[in-house]
């Protein structure tokens, strides 16, 4: 079937500007998660969604960075007025439910460039 | 809270020797391990977990892991490397018990397989 797919795959943009970044899950997937990987830093967690219950924003880094999911599927990751330090890959996975020892899935990633 | 160490940056071996790629994590309670690989410009891909049972996990292509807790490891292994094994692993854990759905990650090693 198929797996997490995300948009675009490439995004420059120039410092200042908005962006939005979507993820869509694996079909019946209830947890969905944004991760960001940049050089230096590794794989951080950002965000996580599971069903209708409040999201953990717990590690995103400012509030410039926001993300919903509508309809329990499809989420966007926004980032306002982009810094230059905020190039990175950002990663979305999901997975059947959020339990410890499910296995999250992930999608290929948006890379982003902020000049 | 939760963190995993790779201790080494990057890992060479010959084409047909064994490959070992290291990991120790730290967490509070029982945890639940996972391995993926990134090949290039690609997304994580999951290869395999510890949940609890058995010690020696075994995975995708061949891969396999044992966890050891006194040691608070979770090393990958392959008994046979192949030059499509160079790519970037990632050891991950997250922590036992109800609302932690994070996955914490370790740097990540590079594998070279050397023809």
């Known amino acids: 079937g198929a797996g997490v797919s995300q948009s675009p795959s490439n995004k420059v943009t120039e410092k200042g500007k908005d962006v939005e970044l979507r993820c869509d899950p694996i079909?019946?997937?209830?947890?969905l998660y944004w991760y960001r990987q940049s050089l230096g830093q590794g794989l951080e967690f950002l965000i996580y969604?599971?069903?209708?219950?409040?999201?953990?924003k717990s590690g995103l880094p400012s509030d410039r960075f926001s993300a919903e999911r509508t309809g329990g599927s499809v989420s966007t990751l926004t980032i306002q007025r982009t810094q230059q330090e905020d190039s990175a890959v950002y990663l979305c996975?999901?997975?059947?439910?959020?339990?410890?020892?499910?296995?999250?899935?992930f999608g290929p990633g948006t890379r982003l460039l902020v000049l | 809270a939760q963190s995993v160490a790779q201790p080494e940056d990057q890992v060479n071996v010959a084409e047909g020797n064994p490959l070992t790629v290291k990991c120790t994590y730290s967490?509070?309670?029982?945890?639940?391990l996972f391995w993926y690989v990134q090949y290039p410009n690609r997304g994580l891909q999951f290869l395999l977990k510890y949940i609890t049972g058995d010690n020696l996990v075994k995975g995708s292509y061949g891969f396999e892991a044992e966890f050891n807790k006194s040691q608070t490891s979770f090393h990958l292994k392959k008994p046979s490397a192949l030059v499509s094994d160079s790519a970037l692993y990632f050891c991950?854990?997250?922590?036992?018990?109800?609302?932690?759905?994070?996955?914490?990650f370790g740097k990540g090693n590079q594998v070279v397989v050397i023809p």
């Open positions: 969604f599971q069903g209708n219950s409040a999201p953990d």
């Open positions: 967490v509070s309670g029982n945890p639940y």
């Open positions: 991950a854990v997250r922590a036992g018990g109800k609302g932690n759905n994070r996955l914490a």
């Open positions: 996975a999901s997975s059947l439910v959020a339990a410890g020892g499910e296995t999250q899935y």
């Open positions: 079909s019946g997937h209830t947890a």
